[in-house]
């Protein structure tokens, strides 16, 4: 089993910054890509941006390309997400997600409220 632990969500201006941490614990060693997502009021959880195993590919959401960078410490067993520009549509819980069993099987974090205010 893997446990995810977020920080680093809170309120800020719009065009303020914020960076997201995701520290694993558990059956590290399984863990394949990683990445973050995000879920507001009403609507479906989708994706935010994703890490692979060795940081060599990212991937992210349209919304969220050239203001927010997705990294990775395998070291630390820790991801990142820096958000710089936040819009108030940014405004969601965001959730880590690590795959295990070759990236088949999700493992979720509890998620930390971000809210941008206008």
């Known amino acids: 089993q893997v446990q995810l632990v977020e920080s680093g969500g809170g309120l800020v201006q719009a065009g303020g910054s914020l960076r997201l941490s995701c520290a694993a614990s558990?059956?590290?060693?399984?863990?394949?890509?990683m990445g973050w997502y995000r879920q507001a009021p009403g609507k479906q959880r989708e994706l935010v941006a994703t890490?692979?195993?060795?940081?060599?590919?990212?991937n992210y959401a349209d919304s969220v390309k050239g203001r927010f960078t997705i990294s990775r410490d395998n070291a630390r067993n820790t991801v990142y997400l820096q958000m710089n520009t936040l819009k108030p549509e940014d405004t969601a819980v965001y959730y880590c997600?690590?795959?295990?069993?070759?990236?088949?099987?999700?493992?979720w974090g509890q998620g930390t409220q971000v809210t941008v205010s206008s």
């Open positions: 997600n690590a795959k295990t069993r070759y990236n088949t099987y999700d493992n």
């Open positions: 558990g059956s590290i060693f399984s863990i394949n890509s």
């Open positions: 890490i692979s195993s060795g940081s060599s590919r990212t």
